[in-house]
């Protein structure tokens, strides 16, 4: 029977000038093999009936190595995590961070509040700022860009959030900033054609400043998170956008397909308010003559409305890559669906108010819309939670 006996033999370690160490014999099935390792760990010496030391056995399992292994990877941890939040806080504390995330969230605030100006008393901002009395139709385009003007609040909101945790160097959030600083450029070439061409107030006057600061503070903050080709990568992704929807349609999944599809028609529509905005043969019949205006009013509204619905197109193309990469529930996209909608919900109720009234078509499409709009958005937000 193999057994396994440790002993201390003296006379053969003198012999091998080994008379401090001790010799490991080990006989199994009747063969013996006598080797001179000395085993690493832990000694517990057993005494004999003698009361001699006689035998030594060796354990296999080291608690005292263990608890210093235990405590070395319980400091490495530590260390770790207390790394990650001096991080956190620098950022946080950071007068950079703290001052873009600052002026993200103040420029959401004044949109929001621009925005419930515009929905709520479009004849206020009619006399006050366009200097004018409006007609039915510019009353409900200035309600309607009242209800886009939730895009860029959104996005601004969006934007702070990213400033303060340090995330602008996202794809994300480049295409937001590249996408407001398009928008706004667009809006204030409107507001200069418009400027030329009426007698505009104080207010007015002191938007266009105001507009003009944000759209650089965009540009800036976009080529600081944009370092190499800043300006050859933004002329690539609008050519890809329209790419990215036919590839997302085509084999994406299925929510990529949804997006990817009210991603395309707000881009349509964008280029139908361009088209109506620019085009004579759209003046519509119960609006005074040209050169009045409420003519240029019309056309301003319409501008104003294709490039604040540009940006529902950035935000659905936003979703649109998330859904691909599965992260709709990762707090902005959540923000982002919510605002969908928020946006289709507004829509509808400003259909429904003008439902007996003679809209242009494309606004009557636009605002029907809305209904898909609140279907994704509420099932999406509701679906994909964090975990």
């Known amino acids: 029977m193999a057994s396994i006996a440790v002993r201390t033999v003296g006379t053969v370690g003198k012999a091998w000038g080994l008379s401090k160490r001790r010799v ?60 990650i939040k001096e991080n956190v806080e620098e950022k946080l504390t950071s007068s950079e961070t703290g001052f873009v995330g600052n002026v993200y969230f103040a420029w959401y605030g004044f949109l929001f509040a621009l925005g419930a100006g515009f929905l709520f008393s479009p004849e206020f901002i009619a006399t006050t ?18 209800v886009l003007f939730f895009q860029p609040t959104i996005i601004s909101y969006c934007l702070g959030e990213a400033a303060v945790h340090g995330r602008l160097e996202s794809e994300t959030y480049k295409r937001m900033n590249v996408g407001s600083a398009y928008a706004i450029g667009m ?3 409107a507001k ?17 400043i105001l507009f003009a600061a944000l759209g650089l503070f965009h540009v800036k903050t976009w080529l600081d998170s944009e370092t190499e080709k800043p300006i050859h990568k933004a002329f690539s992704g ?24 009210l991603a395309g028609a707000a881009a349509l529509n964008a280029i139908a308010f361009m088209f109506v905005a620019v085009s004579p043969l759209t003046i519509p019949v119960q609006d005074p003559l040209p050169s009045t205006n409420n003519f240029y009013l019309t056309s ?41 909608f928020v946006n289709g919900a507004l829509c509808l109720v400003l259909y429904v108010l003008n439902f007996k009234k003679a809209l242009p078509v494309v606004l009557q499409a636009v605002l029907a819309t809305g209904l898909a709009h609140v279907g994704v958005g509420a099932y999406a937000y509701n679906t994909y939670k964090k975990a």
């Open 24 to 83: 490991v014999a080990k006989v199994e099935k009747g063969s013996r093999r006598t080797y001179v390792r000395k085993p690493e760990g832990r000694r517990c010496w057993l005494r004999n009936g003698e009361g001699k030391r006689d035998v030594r056995r060796f354990s296999t399992y080291e608690p005292d190595e263990a608890a210093k292994d235990f405590e070395k990877k319980e400091k490495e941890v530590v260390s770790a995590l207390s790394d």
């Open 192 to 208: 200069a054609f418009y400027f030329c061409y009426t007698t505009t107030t104080g207010q007015f006057q002191g938007s266009i």
């Open 238 to 261: 609008f050519a890809q956008f329209f790419k990215s929807i036919a590839n997302s349609l085509q084999s994406g999944t299925r929510m990529q397909k949804i997006y990817a599809a």
């Open 187 to 189: 809006i204030l070439l």
């Open 129 to 146: 700022t366009f200097n004018v009395d409006p007609t039915p139709l510019n009353a409900i385009l200035i309600r309607f860009c009242g």
């Open 300 to 340: 301003y509204l319409w501008m104003i409305a294709s490039n604040l619905t540009t940006l529902l197109a950035v935000n659905l193309a936003s979703l649109q890559d998330a859904a691909g990469r599965d992260r709709l529930s990762a707090s902005t996209f959540r923000t982002l669906n919510a605002g969908l």
